[in-house]
């Protein structure tokens, strides 16, 4: 593998996307209301009323006893703001990096089809696996760089809202730090493969979006609602489960070299 | 062998029923600048798809590049081209970005192609625009910048479909007299595309007539209007209301073979290109108004003309 042919493919879709305000626009749009304000309106409105803390409350008390163990010791307050932003809100920081690697990814392959641009690249001496590489990596990379950029502002956001209730530093969990760094990033890469995948096969962006978001989204509602319950569970089964999708990534990247038929692409062409 | 650039044997490529191309065979000796000619849809491109293994040939005995097996060293082998087709460039990234990226996909390292994407930006005269985005070109400006993206790995052989496509004519001369320095200067060879005879017939020391997916005539520009034109003829200019006492021309010169009247031209065939100072100087003694005489020399156009018009 000759990283120098991936990188320069990488950098070369990064900066195209970067000049793209379509896309750049949806990329910091989704983050701000799933990070920012969404996790905002809800720790104040659980600060200042009681019957959300309540309702909330209820709930709680029928979720498994492991989960109930985790929060014992805090008030009512600080088990409804706990509970939302350890555990409900875990789902979201999946869904920022597979929106945004869904909308590069989708425009990798089919994009440069669009633009009659791939021709080119396919007559030079990059691999197949090269190419598809630096394809996956140009959509994962920005994709990591945003949710981690949109974790510290979470964290932030969190601390700071919650610090009247708690008095404390409460986030982010031991867990968490596994999701962001070890779960989020493995199956972020296998929606990317995915998506990549799809690019690869149709003519152009919008045929690659419309497939794309009807076969990834059943994927990452199921991965989110699974998310959620992996949250309650011991870091062990979340670092084994984060093992599974990076075995899964292997086994679809591999899947599409062999599957990648320059001849079929160029078909596309004409 | 060792002086063969490209070389096919028996390749054949289907897309379904159709016959892009049907059992063509050539070879091109190293430095030279060989011209593919054909109507639109006579499988020119798909040739240069073909011999630059980005599809896959129906029927296929051998197709060498540079003496390399073309499916079993398909690395080496892109490593040693440059190829420019109908393709598009990189429209939101600047011209010098276009032509690093290429060159560090062919393995140069970033001072390398950044010196390379200088002198070529230089020697198409875009070195003014190097940071513009490629969108504010004009087709002719992205036409050179296209070329200089297929010369960034300062290739062996230089695939170039229909490279005069968009250029004005003066983008166009000079276009053609950087193919001819180049190949002179060094030992590049040219695979040019093109519709523009008139140009192929100044730059090409070979040429092929493909049409509906087969070769009809290979050889160089000279060698291809010979074959096809084989009768000599000379074109007689009157005054108005003059003509020519043919009886007695054909009486009185034997190596005449034909003649053509019309209004105040003559068309006259002789036996052979030395008969032709005969004729002048017979015309010459006639008392007859005479504005011209000129022989007929057919160019590659009309020899194109005549074997694509061939059934």
Known sequence: ?270 | MKNIAIEACHISKSFGNIAALDDISFSIQKGDVFGLLGPNGAGKTTAVRLLNGLIKPTEIETISILGLDLQKNIQDIRQRVGVLTDTNLYERLSAIDNLLIFGMLYGLSHKESSQRAEHLLEQFELSDRASSKVETFSKGMKQKLSIARALISDPEIVYLDEPTAGLDPEASHELLQYIIKVSSDSSKTFFITSHRLEEMESICDTVAILDRGRIKAFGSPHDLVNQVFKDHWVTVTLGNGTRLNISLLKLELSFVQDIEQSNNEVKIKVDDRASIPKLIRYLGKLDTDIYSIAEDVPNLQDAYLAIVKEK
């Open chain 1, 1 to 270: 593998m000759n990283w120098q042919r991936v990188f320069t493919i990488t950098r070369k879709d990064i900066k195209e996307v970067a000049s793209t305000g379509q896309i750049i626009a949806p990329m910091v749009i989704i983050p701000l209301v799933l990070i920012g304000i969404i996790p905002a309106i809800a720790i104040v409105s659980l600060r200042f009323s009681e019957t959300g803390t309540i309702s909330l409350l209820k709930a709680i008390e029928k979720l498994p006893p492991t989960l109930m163990q985790q929060l014992a010791g805090y008030t009512g307050n600080q088990k409804a703001i706990y509970f939302i932003t350890v555990y409900i809100l875990a789902s979201f920081f999946l869904i920022i990096p597979i929106m945004v690697s869904t909308l590069i990814s989708a425009n990798s392959f089919a994009g440069e089809k669009e633009r009659k641009t791939l021709e080119g690249i396919l007559y030079t001496p990059i691999t197949d696996l090269e190419l598809i590489t630096g394809k996956v990596l140009a959509s994962f990379i920005p994709a990591m760089a945003i949710s981690l950029l949109s974790f510290f502002v979470y964290s932030v956001v969190v601390n700071a809202l919650a610090y009247p209730v708690f008095m404390t530093i409460y986030f982010p969990t031991f867990n968490w730090w596994i999701l962001m760094l070890w779960l989020v990033p493995t199956v972020s890469f296998l929606v990317i493969s995915l998506v990549v995948l799809i690019s690869a096969k149709v003519r152009g962006y919008q045929e690659a979006n419309s497939i794309a978001g009807a076969i990834v989204l059943p994927i990452v509602l199921v991965t989110i609602g699974q998310v959620t319950g992996v949250m309650y569970l011991s870091a062990k089964i979340i670092l084994l489960t984060g093992l599974l999708f990076l075995v899964a990534d292997a086994l679809l990247l591999r899947f599409i070299t062999k599957s990648f038929h320059r001849d079929r692409l160029i078909v596309y062409i004409r």
